[in-house]
């Protein structure tokens, strides 16, 4: 009998420096996992405003950690995370609202090319320190992915209608829902769910710290960040 897949959503905003993390992790245990991952683009101010919450960032404490943190990450999980001044200068005064709602137009239009356009937009912002908002800057990112510009040029257009508005607060508005209750509800990103015997709604998870307990609660194999690295051990 073959083993059930297993469906879960990665709910993620592309100025999360750890929905990066999460992102290419859980996209490596596609296979291991036999699981069909479902990536959702949320605004992460968002979910901030609707749970009460402040962004780390904005906290100098946190700030100074989350330097030092993403330095020792990088290399553990094999991702590229070299911010600059520029970089935190544009998570802070620019936000991720254009990146978004292009994404979330990618979703609907041609979600095959949702994976490699996120991930160009995470490697320009948090690799290189560039900005992410620019018009220029998804014509350049579908061009690199191989789509044709007429597909681009509607893709762009599309972030601005109302239909592709309206799907990325109500996604957005879906994963602070996800709550068990609403003192205990979503609160900052990256969040990923799946359903598990015995809960009658999806369970949630916050942080990519939290995929080792993740796998366990789905039954699945820890092989570490890198399971590709993990297998030739």
């Not at 993620?12 to 069909?36: G, H, I, K, T």
């Not at 309206?166 to 990103?189: H, I, M, N, P, Y």
């Not at 990923?192 to 949630?204: A, H, I, M, R, V």
Request: glycine share 6%; charged share 25%.
């Amino acid at each position: 009998m073959a083993a059930r897949r297993v469906v879960v959503q990665l709910h993620y905003d592309v100025l999360s420096p750890y929905s990066w993390l999460a992102f290419e992790v859980l996209c490596r245990y596609r296979v291991p996992w036999n699981m069909d991952l479902k990536l959702k683009p949320v605004f992460l101010a968002g979910v901030m405003h609707l749970s009460g919450n402040q962004s780390p960032g904005l906290l100098p404490p946190r700030h100074k950690y989350m330097v030092k943190d993403m330095q020792r990450l990088s290399p553990f999980a094999d991702v590229k995370l070299a911010p600059s001044q520029r970089t935190w200068e544009y998570v802070i005064k620019t936000g991720s609202m254009a990146a978004q709602r292009f994404l979330t137009a990618v979703k609907l239009e041609c979600p095959e090319h949702l994976e490699t356009l996120s991930r160009s937009l995470w490697i320009r912002l948090w690799t290189h320190g560039l900005e992410i908002h620019e018009t220029d800057t998804f014509k350049r990112a579908c061009r690199e992915a191989g789509l044709s510009q007429e597909l681009a040029d509607k893709l762009i257009a599309m972030s601005t209608d109302k239909k592709v508005k309206e799907l990325l607060k109500s996604e957005t508005q879906e994963v602070v829902d996800l709550g068990w209750s609403a003192l205990c509800q979503a609160f900052g990103l990256p969040v990923y769910s799946t359903d598990l015997p015995g809960f009658d709604k999806p369970q949630w998870f916050f942080g990519a710290d939290r995929l080792e307990l993740f796998a366990h609660s789905i039954g699945k194999p820890w092989l570490g960040p890198n399971p590709q690295k993990a297998s030739k051990l």
